[in-house]
């Protein structure tokens, strides 16, 4: 008797990742992502204007409000290079983390329609808003060349923080995701919780402004050590805090597997309480 | 010998519902409960009424035991009321939902259709919904892209394809939806009445799209409420009722338990005591029954074989001209016609004290597909006297196979109609010499030719 493709019964495992089913899906993300880059810009006028006017605006107001009225000191660089370099980061993080956190319930439809693997809708979350990054660098480039600042070869360590950025708003929308499709006022929570993770990262302010007492607790804080890592890797800071980012990496692991079984173990609910 | 493509064991679906009242949606409410919950156990100790002894739970089984086995090339319909658990199972098959008990075996890849239009974006143009739609269905870019112009012409949206969709007419949208769909090549189909929308050409397209996939030796699951829909396209069907499975096996004696399960009418209807039959002074009604052809009692008629229906009464007082007629209508109580008693040896004879069976026989390729009801009567002539009118009596279902002579002839659509006699149609050719020039000069013009010569 030939074996089945697949079985369905009640599934009692306490983790179950279905790898080959996301291989198998794997250009469904493809489309995903595809669907909501092209959805974002149909019918705008700015279209990619958006992606450069959030961090430039946000950029001109922190130089004024932090930079200039409360004075806060930029590690000896011009404030609003120090400001951008961490708003290109920040504003693809709190912008991935706000589109995740809501995916499955934005795709109602989907989830009591179709089979696929659910996990596809936070990744394809946390994917799309790459592409900002594009056009938000070329401004950064522009004002690199305005202060006469040159990049160096850590340059290319960028791709590593960026994945680290990536990591962590999956990780937490993995979470939030999952609560929101039961509990829909977690929506609700997200744009405050950005509000104040911007506050717990050292985006508006150096690292060396937080106290030495409470480094450890900081940096407990993945975002911390991206923003270091861009810093870092755009402007050539002297010595990174490594220490600062090895936590924030190994926080970023631990959030995630623990994200990926709350997940999966809400998945298979997700039909029915939707 | 076929494999086997799906087999279901004992599965069971619960739903926890909770009552009205006690639902929490929102962490705020939870938590709100939760300390009102406390509150009241500090403030109010045993001998509180207010939450002992009341289940805040109700539970209920969509699906309960169900177990069936189909085979790789099947064409299986599943029917029931609304609320028999269909939906439910086509979901846990279609991996959407989980049994909380039981298990089934999948043999191939499933493609389910429980929605047309699953993931369309009014924005997006028609070109980018067949992608992303076909992507979602489970088909590669690849695969989309080969089949892409396929799909358009089914849909006959080609000059359309690349507006954004919110600007289709319905009728646009909804064939654009089934074009990507039935362009779906799994190895086992689950179809959710998809066939319900459109227009009765649309509807054309997809029962034979449905009927090519079947012949292609795919296994199909289809559950419909349209009952020719099921005889036409299933060899076997599933009839579930309140989550479990109450019959199978082939369509028609399905769909005829359902039909009569549902309606507590059957071919047959008898009254065994005289003092209970149904009638007046002078005649009393003992029986209506519906046979086929060959004499048995049927509750399912070949469109094109006659049917005849009789009524058994009493006549108890004698001297009465009597007029039996029997009313056929439809699902919808419309009347197809009535038939009248014209039998020579009875017409207008005064009718001695006795039992009678007055049967009726009605030509096959008249009726039309569908469940035909059966209401008997009988009045007195001069005066008339109403004896009995009792309509919603019998019922049977009118079928029609594939295969065979009937008003029909090679058309797969709808044919709608309380009646759907087979009629006779010539055609007259008249050779037209005229024409005929006329259509070899146009022909000519296209085609650059040696001069021709001149007649």
């Known amino acids: 008797m030939k074996a089945p493709s697949h079985v369905i019964q009640p599934d009692t495992s306490l983790f179950h990742l279905d790898l080959p089913a996301l291989w198998h899906y794997r250009e469904l993300l493809y489309f995903l992502v595809w669907r909501d880059i092209k959805v974002r810009y149909k019918q705008t006028v700015l279209g990619v204007g958006w992606a450069i006017i959030q961090p430039l605006m946000m950029m001109v107001v922190f130089t004024l409000v932090f930079g200039r009225f409360a004075k806060i000191p930029s590690d000896g660089l011009p404030y609003p290079i120090f400001a951008f370099a961490a708003l290109l980061p920040w504003t693809y993080f709190s912008e991935a983390l706000s589109r995740a956190s809501i995916s499955v319930v934005n795709e109602t439809n989907l989830v009591q329609k179709i089979y696929f693997p659910r996990l596809l809708l936070p990744i394809s979350g946390v994917v799309t808003p790459l592409v900002d990054f594009v056009p ?28 680290i950025a990536l990591l962590t708003a999956l990780s937490v929308s993995l979470w939030l995701s999952a609560l929101n499709v039961k509990y829909r006022d977690v929506k609700h929570t997200i744009p405050f919780l950005v509000q104040l993770w911007l506050y717990a990262s050292p985006v508006v302010y150096p690292i060396s402004l937080v106290p030495q007492e409470w480094r450890v607790l900081y940096s407990l804080n993945p975002m911390a050590g991206v923003v270091e890592g861009f810093r870092w890797a755009l402007l050539n800071k002297e010595s990174p805090d490594f220490a600062v980012m090895a936590v924030s990496a190994s926080v970023v692991v631990a959030l995630l597997v623990g994200g990926l079984v709350f997940f999966n173990r809400m998945e298979q609910t997700f039909a029915d309480v939707i | 010998m076929s494999d086997l493509a799906i087999r279901v064991e004992e599965l069971s679906k619960r739903y926890t519902i909770r009552l009205p009242g006690s639902q929490h949606d929102t962490l705020r409410d939870t938590l709100a409960d939760l300390g009102s919950r406390l509150f009241k156990r500090t403030w109010q100790p045993s001998g509180s009424t207010s939450e002992r002894g009341h289940s805040k739970f109700d539970q209920f089984w969509a699906l309960k035991d169900v177990s069936f086995e189909i085979k790789q090339g099947e064409v299986v319909g599943i029917i029931g009321r609304n609320g028999a658990g269909k939906s439910t199972l086509l979901k846990i098959l279609s991996r959407i939902t989980m049994p909380t008990e039981g298990r089934a075996e999948i043999h191939g890849r499933v493609g389910s259709l429980l929605e047309v239009g699953t993931g369309f974006h009014p924005d997006l143009t028609g070109r980018e919904n067949i992608y992303f739609n076909g992507a979602i269905l489970g088909m590669k ?12 012409s089914f849909a006959e949206i080609d000059k359309f394809v690349d507006m954004p969709v919110k600007r289709y007419s319905s009728g646009m949208y909804v064939r654009l ?98 003092a209970r039959a149904p009638g007046g002074e002078i005649a009393r009604l003992r029986a209506v029954r519906v046979r086929e052809q060959g004499g048995r009692i049927a509750d399912t008629i070949d469109i094109r074989e006659p049917v005849s229906v009789e009524m058994e009464y009493d006549v108890l007082k004698p001297g009465y001209m009597l007029m039996p007629y029997f009313q056929f209508y439809n699902e919808e109580g419309v009347v197809a016609f009535s038939a009248h008693d014209l039998d020579p040896n009875w017409r207008r004879r005064p009718r001695p004290v006795g039992r009678y069976v007055s049967r009726v026989q009605v030509p096959g390729n008249l009726l039309s597909e569908g469940t035909m009801f059966v209401g008997a009567c009988l009045d007195t002539i001069d005066p008339v006297i109403v004896q009995f009118y009792l309509l919603d009596l019998v019922a049977f279902q009118v079928i029609e196979k594939q295969h065979g002579e009937s008003a029909r002839g090679d058309y797969a659509g709808k044919m709608g109609g309380i009646v759907r006699p087979l009629l006779n149609w010539t055609t007259q050719f008249i050779p037209d010499s005229h024409l005929e020039t006329d259509a070899s000069r146009a022909q000519a013009d296209a085609e650059p030719q040696a001069p021709s010569v001149r007649s």
């Open chain 1, 136 to 163: 938000a660098f070329g401004v950064f480039l522009v004002m690199m060349i305005w202060y006469g600042m040159l990049p160096s070869w850590s340059v290319f360590a960028l791709p590593i923080f960026v994945l």
């Open chain 2, 141 to 152: 870019g690849a695969e989309i892209s080969r089949k892409f112009d396929e799909i358009v």
């Open chain 2, 177 to 274: 939806a089934f074009a990507v769909a039935a362009h779906l090549e799994p190895e086992i189909l689950i179809v959710d009445e998809v066939l319900a929308v459109g227009d009765g050409l649309f509807q054309k397209k997809c029962l034979s799209k449905m009927q090519d996939v079947g012949q292609q030796g795919r296994t199909v699951l289809f559950v419909s409420h349209s009952m020719p829909a099921i005889t036409r396209l299933c060899e076997h069907a599933i009839l579930l009722d309140s989550g479990t499975v109450v019959k199978k096996g082939p369509s028609h004696d399905v769909v005829s338990t359902y039909l009569t399960a549902g309606l507590g009418t059957t071919a047959i209807r008898e009254w065994t005591d005289p």
